[in-house]
């Protein structure tokens, strides 16, 4: 029997404490459309994009409506485009970028992810030819999103990849310098990729997925500060318990969005991705929720505990409610995304290194930092190799999307607008690892016993 | 806690939750009932409480012999809502079940 209270809980979650479904992402595969002509597969591609996903908004639109739950995006991915352009002779992919931006357009999506590679053990010609081909691809088109698997826990951590997208990585800020460089947020750089993530900008379709699936991704940070806020001066683990039902019930409204969506757009459900996605709306923070639970500012002694708390609570409450949990799943620390992080960031209680340290105990990494565009490219290679090792060493996924703004310095700003955000300028320590970087090679895979 | 009918049994799942919130003023539930009323929608159960001063209406239907659908209904109770200056929303049952309920 459900009670007037429970009824007007969930109505309050939507309207008062920013509730949503983040995004319906739909996979489609694009195995089925190699060619040795590369015009002949872009066309293949579109029509096929076009086909699958043609419906997707309308049925994302309709769904928010009828349950009164906001769909934030509707958006695509899709085979790692390496593997589909690779049998062609084209010197370089732009072509298939711009066949997946046409083709995003026309389904009024407003993201489509999958120009990826994955080369934690090694490049093909078509891994080397797509991933130089990122730095145009993304300053040509609004939609796509880039992202390169460069690590894995059995494969150890491939670092001439992590050289190589470094240059790519400054190319990219270099082509959207007018645009602070936003080509960068586009581009993901992955340790331990999941191949079933809805979230952009680090989104692909992989290989062992189906023809075609939907995958939901939740939200929730307004909700769970809310309710750690009721919970008053309650101990950690009281606090624990409260998270996990929250997360339960946002957990729950992810998963029959993706269950109806599926059903109505005929293919599979694949799976719901348990995060807590900030926005830079007020209210909208994972950075207030750590402060919420008694930390002065998102940064402080302590961050790394509140945060290991939150993430495997959520984990928990999810893991509860939806039998098909995959993707990311955890709490995002996105900087530019989450106005309490860029707060903390402007009152110095937040670095690059505090956020490295808690990327060890949440999902993905050090996401959306803005640093110096004169930042050494061998520096963001040692960052994207810092944050690499914690996923690698620890089994767990990682990822770094950083902005190496061109033309600004530490007190600058960039502004992405929308859900992107805007991010001040971090400083990054100065002292150099040339050296080690340009030794290349690939560090060995970690024991996988003698776990301390 | 004002409990509202199960809806858990069979019924052909095709309830929606109609919430009423707002100031209070004369003929709230006449004018949502005549809404119904008018496109086939039966009511089931009908809660009303008031809430730091606001009116609060938690209002249960089958749409199974109803004459439009959920969006449009949801149309309607939008412009009924501007009228009376309050807020009337429609949602399928499910969100409530699936939230609440394991």
Do not use: W
């Not at chain 1, 996990?244 to 005929?266: D, I, N, P, Q, S």
């Not at chain 1, 709490?331 to 505090?354: C, H, Q, R």
Request: with cysteine.
């Amino acid at each position: 029997m459900l009670t007037t209270e429970e009824i007007l809980e969930t109505i309050k979650m939507v309207q008062e404490e920013n509730l949503d479904i983040r995004t319906i992402t739909m996979g489609i595969s694009l195995r089925d459309c190699s060619d040795a002509d590369h015009k002949v597969a872009c066309s293949k591609i579109y029509d096929k994009i076009t086909r699958m996903a043609g419906s997707l908004v309308k049925t994302g639109d309709e769904i928010a409506r009828e349950y009164g739950m906001p769909i934030v995006n509707k958006r695509i991915s899709v085979t790692p485009i390496a593997l589909v352009a690779e049998a062609s002779t084209a010197e370089n992919y732009l072509e298939y970028a711009l066949a997946l931006e046409k083709a995003a357009a026309a389904v009024g999506v407003n993201f489509i992810g999958g120009f990826s590679a994955l080369v934690h053990k090694g490049f093909t010609e078509g891994d080397s030819r797509l991933v130089e081909s990122i730095p145009l691809a993304l300053s040509s088109t609004e939609r796509v999103c880039a992202s390169v698997n460069v690590a894995t826990s059995r494969a150890g951590i491939n670092m001439d990849a992590i050289a190589m997208i470094s240059r790519v990585i400054k190319k990219t800020a270099e082509l959207t310098s007018e645009n602070d460089s936003i080509g960068c947020a586009k581009l993901v750089v992955f340790a331990n990729v999941p191949e079933d993530n809805p979230f952009m900008a680090g989104a692909f379709h992989g290989i062992g997925e189906p023809d075609c699936v939907i995958n939901t991704g939740v939200s929730g940070p307004g909700v769970v500060k809310s309710a750690i806020k009721k919970a008053g001066s309650a101990d950690l683990g009281a606090l624990s318990e409260t998270i996990k039902k929250t997360a339960f019930k946002v957990t729950r409204m992810g998963e029959l969005v993706g269950r109806t969506a599926a059903k109505r757009l005929g293919v599979p459900f694949g799976i719901v991705d348990v995060s807590l996605a900030p926005t830079p709306a007020i209210g909208d923070s994972v950075a207030e929720i750590l402060e919420e639970m008694g930390l002065e500012r998102c940064g402080a002694p302590g961050s790394t505990a509140a945060l290991a708390l939150l993430n495997d609570a959520v984990k928990k409450g999810g893991a509860m409610a939806s039998s098909y949990v995959g993707g990311l799943s955890g709490a995002f620390i996105p900087v530019s995304e989450d106005a309490g992080m860029i707060n903390a960031v402007n009152v110095g209680a937040l670095t690059i290194e505090k956020l490295e340290a808690m990327t060890a105990v949440c999902s993905v990494g050090l996401d959306m930092i803005a640093i110096p565009g004169d930042t050494p490219v061998e520096t963001i290679a040692a960052i994207i190799a810092d944050e690499a090792a914690i996923g690698v060493f620890n089994h767990k996924t990682t990822a770094v999307r950083i902005i190496p703004a061109a033309g600004k310095k530490v007190g600058d700003q960039v502004v992405f607008g929308g859900l992107l955000g805007r991010a001040p300028i971090m400083a990054v320590n100065k002292f150099s690892a040339e050296k080690f970087i340009r030794r290349g090679g690939r560090i060995p895979a970690p024991i996988h016993s003698l776990r301390n | 806690m004002n409990r509202l009918k199960d809806l858990s049994g069979d019924g052909g799942g095709n309830r929606v939750v109609i919430t009423v919130i707002g100031p209070d003023r004369v003929g709230i539930i006449a004018a949502v009932s005549t809404v119904l009323a008018e496109n086939g929608i039966n009511i089931l159960d009908i809660n009303q409480t008031i809430m730091q001063e606001f009116f609060v209406m938690v209002l249960v239907a089958d749409m199974n012999n109803a004459s439009i659908d959920l969006i449009t209904l949801k149309d309607l109770l939008d412009s009924k809502g501007e009228e009376l200056k309050m807020r009337i929303d429609a949602q399928h049952e499910d969100v409530f079940n699936y939230m609440h309920r394991i």
